[in-house]
């Protein structure tokens, strides 16, 4: 049993169009990450959001973070190439416990 | 710097033979981990320690040993490999903020597979 549960599982769209990744639980966390991980890289991080509702902007990337602090969402405007990866989120809690999603795997073709 | 750096990149083993993944940091961080990741399943923790000569069990930690005897090393035992054991394995370091902002610095993974 997954304690994060992301959708899309996969994900193949044209350079340019907006999405949006998941991130669902039924438990409540300290905070939420997002991470990406390229092939045969590690995952690297992206944000971190704390507080319920919290948005956070990365350039063309918008965290949103749950009310309950239960769920989360990442939304990419315009996609483009590079933004190719698996995104991943953790929710943390118990100190500095990490619990991670199966992930999106993200496709966007040029 | 050369960050979170992992030993060997790729293993192959035979089942019940035994094997050490080295895990090194030089960020001086007081916290490292092992993750192991399998298709479909995000990255599950084995094993972490919160300093020197301390350890704790994570998520699934049945089948491996650690040890941190040093501060800068983390290390992961397989004493019997199992062909459940082939995955993908992360070792992660990080220091304390604290309030759930800790950020993980990861390396670049040991690609494991036990015949």
């Known amino acids: 049993t997954q304690l994060l549960e992301q959708s899309p599982q996969f994900l193949s769209i044209q350079e340019g169009e907006n999405l949006t990744v998941y991130c669902n639980s039924s438990?409540?966390?300290?905070?939420l990450q997002w991470y990406r991980q390229e092939p045969g890289e590690g995952p690297v991080l992206l944000v971190t959001v704390v507080t319920g509702g919290e948005v956070k902007k990365l350039k063309r990337l918008t965290f949103q973070f749950g009310d309950a602090r239960k769920d989360s969402s990442l939304h990419i405007t315009a996609a483009q190439p590079g933004d190719t990866g698996l995104y991943l989120c953790a929710g943390v809690y118990n100190f500095n416990k990490f619990y991670f999603g199966s992930g999106t795997k993200l496709n966007v073709k040029p | 710097n050369a960050g979170v750096t992992q030993t060997p990149k790729f293993r192959v083993l035979k089942t019940g033979q035994s094997m050490t993944l080295l895990c090194a940091q030089d960020?001086?961080?007081?916290?490292m981990y092992w993750y192991r990741q399998d298709p479909g399943m995000g990255l599950r923790l084995i094993h972490y320690?919160?300093?020197?000569?301390?350890?704790a069990k994570g998520e699934v930690p049945d089948g491996y040993n650690v040890s941190r005897l040093k501060k800068q090393n983390f290390l992961l035992g397989l004493e019997s490999a199992a062909p459940s054991q082939t995955s993908v394995y992360f070792c992660?370091?990080?220091?304390?903020?604290?309030?759930?902002?800790?950020?993980?610095?990861f390396g670049p993974g040991t690609r494991l597979t036990v015949l």
């Open positions: 992660a370091s990080s220091y304390l903020v604290g309030g759930g902002r800790d950020t993980q610095y």
């Open positions: 960020m001086n961080h007081e916290y």
């Open positions: 438990s409540v966390f300290s905070s």
């Open positions: 320690s919160v300093g020197e000569g301390t350890t």
